[in-house]
Structure formats: C-alpha cells, structure tokens
C-alpha cells in the first residue's frame, strides 16, 4: 500500500512557475513508476506526465512539453512537478499517482489512467490570466 500527498498547488499567473510535490508512503517508492493527471471542471483526468521507477525515462503530453519537468528523489520518497510558462487552460486539480509496472519495468513512465494503481486527493493549481 502506497499513500500520496500532494502539496504545492495554488494560484500563478500566466507566464509564471509553480512546482508541485507528492510525498508517498512505504518504503518500495523507488520501486514504482510515478505519474502526474490534472482534471479541469467537466473534463475527464488526463495525463500530464510520468516518470520511470528508474528515473531514466520521462514522458509527457503535448501540450505540456517544454514547459512542464517531472522529477524524482527516491531517498526523499518524493516525486515532482515543475511547471514553468504557466498557461491558463493549466488550471485543474493535479493528482500524482503510483504504478506497480515500476517493479517489473523500471524503465517505463506509464501514460494511463488505467495503468496507475494508488492516488493521492489532488492539489488545486489555478492560472490567473
């Protein structure tokens, strides 16, 4: 079992920055894939970006490449999100979320929903124009 808290959401302008944190629980975190979904009001989650248990492997959707850094510190059991050039359609709430596949493919950053096994509750980023 693998708990999440996310912390660093707020509000940004536009053109601004803001990093989110998610501190988990246990200690196998270096042993699972992390991933990062934002849901705006009346949309389904969706992928942001994922990183491998590794760290080696990175991906992400297009709308946030080149602005958005996923990152992980295993001897702090947290994963991050840096987001830069902050747009305001960035506005949601962003869950960070754990994916067993890091045990047997360490170099893999899931990219679905599906593909996750734990969530945290979600931090509220909002982007003022």
């Known amino acids: 079992q693998v708990q999440l808290v996310e912390s660093g959401g707020g509000l940004g302008q536009a053109g601004g920055s803001l990093r989110l944190s998610c501190a988990a629980s246990?200690?196998?975190?270096?042993?699972?894939?992390m991933g990062w979904f934002r849901q705006a009001p009346g949309t389904e989650r969706e992928f942001v970006a994922a990183?491998?248990?590794?760290?080696?492997?990175?991906s992400y959707t297009d709308s946030v490449k080149g602005r958005f850094t996923i990152s992980r510190d295993n001897a702090k059991n947290t994963v991050y999100l840096q987001m830069n050039s902050l747009k305001p359609e960035d506005t949601a709430v962003y869950y960070c979320?754990?994916?067993?596949?890091?045990?047997?493919?360490?170099?893999?950053?899931?990219?679905?929903?599906?593909?996750?096994?734990?969530w945290g509750q979600g931090t509220q980023v909002t982007v003022s124009s």
């Open positions: 246990g200690r196998t975190f270096s042993s699972y894939a």
């Open positions: 979320a754990a994916s067993r596949l890091g045990y047997s493919h360490s170099g893999y950053s899931p990219p679905s929903r599906s593909q996750y096994d734990y």
């Open positions: 990183i491998s248990s590794s760290g080696g492997s990175t």
